[in-house]
Each structure stands twice: as C-alpha cells, then as structure tokens.
C-alpha cells in the first residue's frame, strides 16, 4: 500500500461502519486507484455457492468510495461525495475471496474545475470485480457527485 494514502482505509471503516463490519480489507490505495478484498463467507453466498450479489455491489461500492476520497480529499471541506447512480453487469459465478480494483474514471483537475464554476461535478468510478481464482466476475460503474455544503 502506498503509505500516503494508508488514512484512507482507516478514514473507510471509521465513517462507513459497513466496511468494518463485512471485513473489507484494502490491499492498494492510490489517488486515482483502489483494491480492496472481501473473504469468502458461507453465511454471504447465494443459491448457487458464491457471493451474494450484494456482497459484490458493496465490495465495488467501497473501493469507488475509497478512491473518491483519495482523489477529492481537499475539496470535501466544500462539498459532500455522494453516489448519484450506479451500474453494475454480473459477468461470472464467483467463487471464493473476492477484490475490487476501482479507478478514477475523469481527471481530478476537470472535477475541481467544474465544482470551482459553481456546479455540480459528476464522475465515474470504474469497478472490476474477481473472485479468488483472479476471475473478472463483475464490472460496475459507479457515478459520484460533488454536492456543494452550502446548497
């Protein structure tokens, strides 16, 4: 893990009290980049033996929240992260531990710029999701907003 960014996860499991409590473990934390990983637990499986489709969606929504905040950290004085939508495509069965690699998906500078003009920027976060034999088992995007404290 890149040591600059280690607050991130602590900052997650202090704020977000899910994370903490599902056990997500984050393996890579860069500005513009997060891993993150979810042991395989039987009480989480579907029907079929692999993780809940919840689990995955709340895998991938953690790492785009983690990379939000690694990206935008000196603008939240300003402005609330807030998830506007989502999309997410169920590609495989996974089986075992899972990660999510997610990814800044506009350039932070554009994102400030447009918060600095007085709107509301949007920007997506692209998620991969594997399972524990490194398995594309989803892809989900994940589209933030920078909602302005004062409105």
Known sequence: MT????????????????VSTAGIEFS?????RVVCSL???????????????AVMFGLAET???AVTLAAFTPLLERATPLVARSEIAYRKLALGDLTAEAVLGREI????AELDGGTRPEF????????GEHNT?????????????DS
């Open 28 to 32: 890579e934390l860069e500005r513009q």
């Open 63 to 65: 790492a785009s929240g």
């Open 3 to 18: 040591a600059e960014f280690d607050w991130v996860a602590d900052a997650m499991n202090k704020t977000v009290p899910w």
């Open 39 to 53: 042991r395989d637990v039987a009480a989480q499986r579907n029907h079929v033996g692999g993780p809940h489709a």
């Open 137 to 149: 088992t989803g892809e989900m995007t994940v589209y933030w907003t920078l909602r302005p404290n």
């Open 124 to 131: 997506p976060v692209h998620c991969t999701i594997r399972d």
């Open 109 to 112: 500078d554009e994102v400030r």
